[in-house]
């Protein structure tokens, strides 16, 4: 697990934090924020908020009451304790990407298949730099629906032994989920006390909450699973078109997400969510990677420290229809301030391309190259005697010939470890490069992924629990029809 | 130009700063620097420094005195005064590539010519995200060598009305450079009061200021022209492969550059340099846009507001052969880092590719598009009630069909304003995309180019000022025997 160690990058002046405070109380006072399950609004109504139908309209005072008892920090275990993370602080957390309808390997673009989700899972195991595969790295879409999600946890337990997310598409899936994990962890009574899996339920937005979300949400709080509540803000649809009504609105339904979670079950484990990016306002699609993205993420940051709790925003974004030079940039886009900000869980670190539509294989190459230069350069230098290395300086310096550190005693101690070393990137002569078949980043990074799958070793579980889980995959599948 | 509100990010404690201040005062005290020009060392042998052949041993105490004679903040004029410049304080300036031998347009790598100087000169104009086009954004090799700078000086005073730096090949190209530009503004002698150009001297690391960059400095300081002392440090050839030692030098190199700047003309103004990255350790080329790139312009930054600098650093860099997701990855590398330090002088802001030995035109455009994201990004927010947008949540809200803001009375105020509009980024659908071609990034930005010099219209010059100057490039010819 990767811990930021440098500082935060922080833009939110105290008066302009003061005008968010207003904004989003005046928005859940005023207006209120829509909650489509009856079981909330009868809990919300008797917790003294004013119910009218489906729309809640909130003492922010109260709605801080209820943040303030989430926990500032909370661990989630893997099936390797090695595995295990700490969500909050300083820590981040990196998954892969979540909800891609297709998955691309080179030129070969089509719908997901559970083959295809297998494999970005077994990436996912291979590089250290994630911390979770997630849960949906790509949809496999040849696998019956019904059913559907108990291949993925399936795969998800089996191929990794990292934490990894629960399903939200139906209240039962999320069952399934926790019964599933229960078997690995000795028990789903075990779970309670150690939280397992983290889920992700996004705000229908703008201020809507609908009951699917609620529904799943509800099974995972009960169970003390972490959910991260997440409004899921494109700016100028989901949003007004400025920066700071957007956060207003965010702030708004994320409280309020958290305020009912906590009155489900006091104290459990939440993050506090951010998906912010903008329309292009003349054709209407999403763009990724934007600068609006990236204030945003300065921003949430900040609000999240504030009222702490852990937060989960960031990603390797992009809004291109290849692995080129425009998904290179916006993913670092995004990437660099999601460092910046301290992003305590950061989905979307590994694969996505064309706005969310595509998982590729490429991309998730070229994102681990991106996540491994954030690392290196979030992680504090040393500064001391050593590190200054005068003796280099007087040993090159007393020489009458060439002039150079490579051949020094410093360099040749510490040339191994001293900097970063790439994954992907070339820096090869030009001649060199020719020869070998002028391949760019795109096609050496599809290489990287097939060579990886080749040397994938599957992490060892105990075949009974591997049974167990078939059995239960078997049984349920049966029940659901498919 | 770009004005950068936004806060700084640093990284170095006091504790780091007093180890690197430690560091560089031994360097200069205890090893010494190597200055190549006799006149040089005599200046500095009769301000009391320590001389022994070329090495001269500082007293720390002294270069600080030095240092401190330098203005924080001064003004470079163009010739068209809306495109002068401040260097200091919170401003930004941005040139292009310098140096490269080679050009590419799409597929097609050569020789640079004086044809691809032009495009690039007149590329730099086109776009008021760049403040100069530098000087030598690509070597025009079909001109002839001893009388190139005389071509390219001439383009740059007709085919831009922006900024620009000075020829340092040769102590007599300097005052050709200077020549020139007089007859631009009206004599030399207005030069004096009015600084035109900004000269790049590289320090030839490690500790070794060579006769040629330091004759052609005292050209530029005796006119009062602005100079850029650089230590051209890549870690592991030119310094020892740890940052703090690499810091420490580059303090050392700096400092003495700028104390003998300020000894030849007390109160001149210079930039303090800062050419930071690392060599690859297995194959010894050279890495751009590195982890330990981002973590020395963080570094540097902070060091020059200590002593009160304008600092030169960062560029759009990359090692990439080709314009792909590495050239897109590793410039966001450089140049986000670049505004988190507040970069006051940025060369290589467009055209760099393969670690400077190519100047490409759709790596250019690659640039803009890089360069207009961050000055959109470092662009503080307004925080008010308007920018709250109140008025935008409740339209929507009340509205009991479709909740989307795009048709609400504050989007229609502000959509052509409120989001970055990306230059060559694409959010289209990817059926749109193939039926369109199935154009990556560099395809499209060498189409972008080559529309841009279609529309490039030549600024304004007065005629005798044009002929004078042809005049002096003819009679300067002919006494070079070109």
Redesign the interface.
């Known amino acids: 697990m990767f811990v930021n160690k440098?500082?935060r990058?922080?833009?939110?002046?105290e008066?302009?934090m003061a005008?968010?405070d207003?904004?989003w109380k005046?928005?859940v006072s005023e207006?209120?924020i829509e909650f489509a399950s009856p079981w909330a609004t009868e809990l919300l109504a008797a917790a003294g908020q004013k119910v009218d139908g489906i729309n809640v309209k909130f003492d922010p005072e109260w709605v801080l009451e209820q943040v303030a008892k989430a926990p500032a920090q909370f661990d989630v275990h893997a099936r390797n304790p090695e595995n295990s993370v700490v969500i909050g602080g300083d820590n981040m957390v990196f998954a892969s990407a979540y909800g891609p309808p297709f998955a691309r390997r080179g030129a070969l673009?089509k719908e997901g298949t559970l083959n295809d989700y297998r494999d970005f899972l077994k990436l996912s195991q291979s590089f250290s730099l994630l911390d979770s595969a997630g849960s949906v790295v790509v949809e496999p879409n040849d696998a019956p629906l019904d059913s559907r999600h108990l291949d993925m946890q399936f795969a998800l337990e089996t191929l990794t032994d990292k934490i990894h997310m629960g399903n939200v598409s139906r209240p039962s899936n999320a069952e399934d989920s926790l019964n599933m994990a229960g078997i690995v962890f000795g028990g789903r009574e075990q779970l309670e006390t150690k939280p397992v899996m983290i889920s992700l339920l996004n705000c229908n937005s703008?201020?809507?909450w609908d009951s699917g979300m609620l529904n799943s949400m509800q099974v995972y709080v009960k169970a003390n699973q972490p959910v991260l509540l997440t409004p899921f803000l494109i700016?100028?649809?989901?949003?007004?078109?400025?920066?700071?009504?957007a956060l207003?609105?965010l702030m708004a339904e994320a409280f309020t997400g958290i305020a009912l979670a906590q009155l489900v079950r006091p104290g459990c484990p939440v993050i506090l969510g951010s998906f912010l990016t903008?329309?292009?306002?003349?054709?209407?699609?999403?763009?990724?990677?934007?600068?609006?993205s990236?204030?945003g993420l300065f921003a949430i940051g900040q609000i999240a420290r504030k009222y702490n709790l852990p937060f989960r925003s960031g990603g390797a974004f992009t809004?291109?229809?290849?692995?080129?030079?425009?998904?290179?940039?916006?993913?670092?886009?995004t990437m660099?301030p999601t460092f910046?900000a301290g992003t305590n869980y950061v989905l979307h670190s590994g694969g996505w391309l064309?706005?969310g539509?595509?998982s590729s294989f490429e991309k998730f190459i070229?994102d681990m190259?991106?996540l491994g230069?954030?690392q290196?350069?979030f992680t504090?230098?040393?500064?001391?005697?050593e590190?200054?290395?005068?003796g280099?300086?007087?040993e090159?310096?007393s020489s009458t010939d060439s002039?150079?550190?490579?051949g020094?005693a410093?360099?040749m101690e510490?040339?191994?470890t001293?900097?970063?070393?790439?994954l992907?990137?070339?820096?090869?002569?030009?001649e060199r490069?020719?020869k070998n078949g002028?391949k760019?980043?795109?096609e050496r990074?599809g290489e990287i992924a097939a060579q990886k799958l080749e040397e994938y070793v599957e992490p060892e579980l105990d075949p009974a629990i591997r049974e167990e889980l078939e059995e239960y995959v078997v049984r349920r599948r049966a029940e659901l029809g498919d």
């Not at 100028?236 to 078109?241: I, K, L, N, T, W």
């Not at 992907?424 to 002569?429: F, M, N, R, T, V």
């Open positions: 440098q500082p990058y922080e833009i939110l002046s008066d302009a005008t968010l207003k904004g005046r928005l207006i209120g673009r703008p201020m809507h700016m100028g649809a989901m949003s007004p078109v400025s920066i700071p009504a207003a609105q903008n329309a292009n306002m003349q054709s209407g699609s999403t763009c990724m990677g934007t600068p609006e990236a204030i809004s291109s229809q290849s692995v080129d030079a425009q998904a290179g940039y916006e993913a670092l886009m660099m910046l064309e706005s539509l595509v070229v190259e991106i230069m954030l290196a350069t504090p230098l040393e500064f001391n005697e590190s200054l290395a005068f280099a300086h007087e090159v310096m002039r150079h550190f490579l020094t410093h360099t510490n040339f191994r001293c900097f970063y070393r790439p992907l990137s070339s820096s090869d002569a030009f490069w020719e002028c760019d980043a795109a990074a």
